[in-house]
């Protein structure tokens, strides 16, 4: 396993940061004041625009497509240090257009949109000029079991009608966001795992009508939003199918793969700034007649905080390497260990930070209260930890199932 950054991705890690060292940190302030400032709630800050247009001229832009024509031409294994350092700033995925679910979205339409999706969507989208959401999770259903989604597609004359309800549609608040990418139930009777079909949905279709935010821990995330959608007689064109009908299972998983490495990467980044903020804390302020850092229970603390993380980047990074080398199929237990292990990881950390710093790590003083609310919501996110141990743990019974000589389904029924 060699997971040394090529020359070309060492190049872009260098330049994105100092990008984030003389931009984007600083930055960060105005974009809080701006908010506050803001009438509209929902309004997106000017700093933003002001950064992604130097983002752009700096050449840091789409930095996680693997086209060299639309993006960066990096593979994810060369953009995962990249993810890391843009996971330690709120705002710094949107400055360089690599913000999820926007570059999940991008990737889907890149891989298996069509010509005219592509150009109706995919190009606004690497502009920068508009924003997407990602439409699967349900309130009525237990999502975490993706075949138990019930939102209706139903096929008519040249068009798709689609009835349902979703939530946790994350980007869905902001108002750029022009296209939702729908995924729902065309045949019930089909075999479980091609029942479900993803579909193109622009946000101002009538019947679409968003019902509210969904708060996170108390965070309304504007002007990003995960927001409550209900879709009522939504009538799209039958050529706005991605793929084709009953192939949403696998778009899914081609979709998902690299966005976990990301979140992931994101996760590490996001520790690492944690950590920071903790050792400044803790060295800067006295209680009991020393540095608080002396004490030796925070010692401890600090010395776990840099294994798990070291640990946590290795390990993405391996799987990371294991996608580019043998696909995403073969990758899929090591895609499963680090989402099980990176959010946890990061949440952890972020949580002794908190404590560090008392009163203020559960203010907005610091961004650590946020921290914590977006990596603990991570647990859940792109399926869920128990999920995830789900499959890994089938993979471990299997490989000893054929060491043993037993039939491991006769043992599942």
Known sequence: MDITPSAKAKDYLDRLTVFMDEHVYPAEAVYQQQHRDAADN????????????????????NLFLPDPELGAGLSVLDYAPMAEVTGRSPIAPDVFNCNAPDSGNMETLWLYGTEAQKKAWLEPLLNGHIRSAFLMTEPDVASSDATNIQCEMRRDGDDYVINGRKWWSSGAGDPRCAIFIVMGKTDPAAPVHTQQTMILVPANTPGVKIERYVPVFGYDDAPHGHMEITLKDVRVPASNILLGEGRGFEIAQGRLGPGRIHHCMRSIGMAERALELMCDRLLSREAFGKAIGMHSVWEERIANARVQIEM??????????????????????????????APAMATRIIDDAIQAFGGAGMSDDTPLAWMYAMQRSLRLADGPDEVHRRSLARSEFKRASQCLGIDIRSIRQ
């Open 42 to 61: 929902w309004a997106i800050p000017p700093i933003i625009e002001e950064l992604k247009e130097k983002a752009r001229a700096a050449g840091l832009w």
């Open 312 to 341: 946590t980047r290795l390990l993405c990074l391996k799987a990371a390497w294991m996608m580019g080398a043998v696909g995403n199929k073969a990758a899929k237990d090591e895609i499963a260990m680090i989402k099980i292990a």
